[in-house]
């Protein structure tokens, strides 16, 4: 694992950062830091801004697998607009670099509950190169997977002109051709959202059965002028390194610039799972119940981003964040005042 040490004061600097070894904290134990960051995306970068700017030793660990990696652009962020995530990556761990935070590039294997010694429980954080830090506090932003539909060109083509947000991507691509691809329950609903950026769109039922539409399934399709076409998808057809087709089982093909699928969201929860926190169950996977300020149900952990939920766009993790890390602040300010009044 290489540390990314976020601090003017540390030597060895390459590709616009500084690098360090992490190992001190100024007390001694080297291994200590107030708040230990898992994920490194638009909540955990944000969530560190705050922290660091609020003056806490924070640790930033970040596995480098951003949902949105296979997107060229993010759109609907003010100021942002058109952005590359990797750029916008860059640029927010450039930021926390001016405030000695600390980004270590790999993952959290293992998280446990500890007792600092004066009452305040703290986390005992195994990262996977076998070693282990501790925290006070804990925030995961480790995000979700988005586990696509098994046809032939849907992944190589997803982020391109495969999508599955017109929120994201429908500006970029209006007015093409549609099509949408039937995978879960909510494929009509999609089906009929980006008919607001085409007029031009195609169902592709695909191994849903037609007569499993509801009665007002088929009448909101039309209404929206969304055709459907029964018949399992085979694979998608390219060429030129460009969408021009979705071919069915029996061969025919249908002309579509752009396929809209519904990705099956997987949570990365298993971090959150191990300390026993609280999930809820939804139809797009199980998330922790949390406060509107993240914080889950085991005392001194929050969540942010798509680590609560499936929508959660790229402003909302950098909200969700933020506000994790606010509300850190006051909690460890008001625990260490509680602690010294009663000593």
């Known amino acids: 694992m290489e540390v990314v040490a976020m601090s003017e004061k540390s030597g060895n600097t390459r590709d616009g950062f500084t690098h360090g070894t992490g190992e001190t904290d100024g007390t001694g134990t080297g291994t ?3 708040v230990v960051v898992a994920g490194g995306g638009a909540a955990g970068l944000s969530a560190a801004l705050v922290l660091g700017r609020a003056r806490l030793r924070t640790l930033v660990v970040d596995a480098g697998e951003p949902r949105n990696a296979p997107s060229p652009h993010m759109q609907g962020y003010l100021s942002r607009d058109g952005m590359s995530p990797a750029a916008f990556l ?4 450039e930021e926390i670099a001016g405030y000695g935070v600390e980004l270590l590039a790999g993952r959290v294997t293992d998280v446990t509950r500890n007792d600092a010694g004066t009452g305040d429980a703290g986390f005992a954080v195994l990262l996977d ?3 282990t830090v501790h925290a006070r506090r804990l925030i995961v932003a480790t995000g979700l997977k988005d586990e696509l539909p098994a046809v032939p060109g849907v992944a190589e083509r997803f982020g391109r002109d495969v999508l599955h947000c017109p929120f994201c991507h429908g500006w970029e691509v209006r007015d093409q051709p549609f099509g949408v691809l039937a995978s879960s329950a909510m494929s009509v609903h999609q089906a009929l959202m980006v008919s607001r950026w085409s007029k031009d769109v195609t169902f592709f039922l695909h191994t849903v059965a037609e007569e499993e539409l509801s009665d007002q399934d ?3 399709l039309a209404a929206a002028g969304v055709g459907v076409v029964p018949g399992e998808v085979a694979e998608l057809v390219v060429e030129d390194d460009r969408l021009t087709g979705v071919r069915l089982a029996d061969g025919s093909v249908h002309a579509r610039s752009v396929l809209y699928v519904g990705p099956r969201p997987v949570p990365q929860t298993g971090l959150l799972e191990r300390l026993g926190a609280e999930l809820s169950e939804t139809p797009f996977g199980a998330y ?3 406060d509107p300020t993240g914080l889950t149900s085991v005392p001194g952990v929050w969540a942010a981003g798509n680590a609560i939920g499936f929508a959660e766009q790229v402003v909302h993790a950098a909200s969700g964040g933020y506000r994790a ?4 602040v006051g909690d460890l300010l008001m625990t260490d005042l509680d602690a010294a009044v009663t000593a």
């Open 325 to 328: 890390a606010a509300a850190i």
């Open 90 to 93: 860059a640029v927010g761990r």
């Open 218 to 220: 088929l009448r909101r």
């Open 129 to 131: 190169g076998g070693r």
């Open 32 to 34: 200590g830091y107030d």
């Open 288 to 290: 922790p119940v949390v």
